[in-house]
């Protein structure tokens, strides 16, 4: 019965720590390295692009570039550069071998090529389940799946003016084991499921979420269906991390939090079996990412960009 029922949690919120293999414990936080921002290079006088950070599948790269230059990457329009010359861009789970990254200014572009590396996901089969948990035909139920997907979407579109993605990201909980990674593929009932795009980490309810980058809350919601207590945090250019299962809420949307700020509190709201914190990320209502991989991709990246511009 508990298996049953911890395989009813998985499809409904596609984010459950029992039902995952155990993965080995997250390694203590280390310090973020700060950067000294009174010493930051200006950007690039003339067109040039440069981008460094997690060229994999889900990664997230910071490039720099001229200010406000138009930014492509395989053709597919992904932002503008600030008024420092920086952008965040992002790769797919699907996406393929090679990405081109181009920047448009002034009648002028530059393009560089990254080979992006592959990823192995696991596929995680769940049978035996009931049809009405596969496809929910309850009025009441859809009803407020519907309003929640409207909620979502309008978070989603925000674009706060605020730079925390510069900042690198930290761990939003200390230790903890990870149950569940990124992009597995999920089979229910032997039919194909969207993959799961969260990272799973469980620890106990009561536990400390902080903001890994400053940002603007664009949603805070005690009682979703799916995810039970949610935020969302805009780090800027779109870049939006999300807390799902939450038990308390420190935050209203609007606020603006600090790195490390507290936003709440861990929990199992929401269709999960068990105490954890589903951590999401989405870049531009448009691209999931792996937040774990920002953890040292972002502030690796930025450190890079600013010795190859010294
Ligand atoms: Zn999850």
Known sequence: MRVLAGA?????????????????????????????????????????????GAFTQGGVAL???????????D??????SDAEGWVVIGFTREHGARAQVQARA???????????????????????????????????????IQRDTALKQTAFRSTAN???????????VEGGVVT??????????????????????AVPTGTPIRAPAA?????????????????FIDHGQGLITMYLHMSRLDVRAGDTVEQGQVIGAV????????????????????????PSIAIDGLAQARRELLAANQ
């Open 8 to 52: 009813i949690a998985v499809l409904l919120a596609a984010c459950v720590a029992a039902e995952a293999p155990a993965a080995p414990e997250t390694p203590t936080p280390a310090p973020v390295e700060v950067v000294d921002e009174t010493n930051v290079p200006p950007p690039p006088a003339r067109m040039a692009l440069t981008c460094a």
């Open 63 to 73: 490039c720099r570039t001229v200010p406000n230059a138009t930014i492509s990457v």
């Open 75 to 80: 053709g597919a329009a992904s932002g503008q």
């Open 106 to 144: 002034g009648g002028e572009s530059a393009v560089q090529n990254y080979d992006i590396a592959p990823r192995e996901f696991d596929i995680q089969r769940i049978n035996g389940l009931p049809p009405q948990t596969v496809n929910p035909t309850d009025p009441a139920v859809l009803e407020r």
């Open 162 to 172: 605020i730079e925390g993605f510069l900042d690198g990201f930290i761990r939003p």
């Open 180 to 201: 569940g990674s990124w992009g597995n593929q999920r089979v229910l009932n032997g039919e194909p499921r969207d993959p799961h795009f969260g990272y799973d980490i």
């Open 215 to 231: 940002g603007v809350v664009t949603l805070a919601e005690p009682d979703m269906h799916f995810e039970g207590g949610l935020v």
């Open 267 to 290: 929990g199992s709201s929401g269709r999960a079996t068990g105490p954890h914190l589903c951590w999401r990320m989405k870049l531009r209502n448009t691209q999931n990412l792996d």
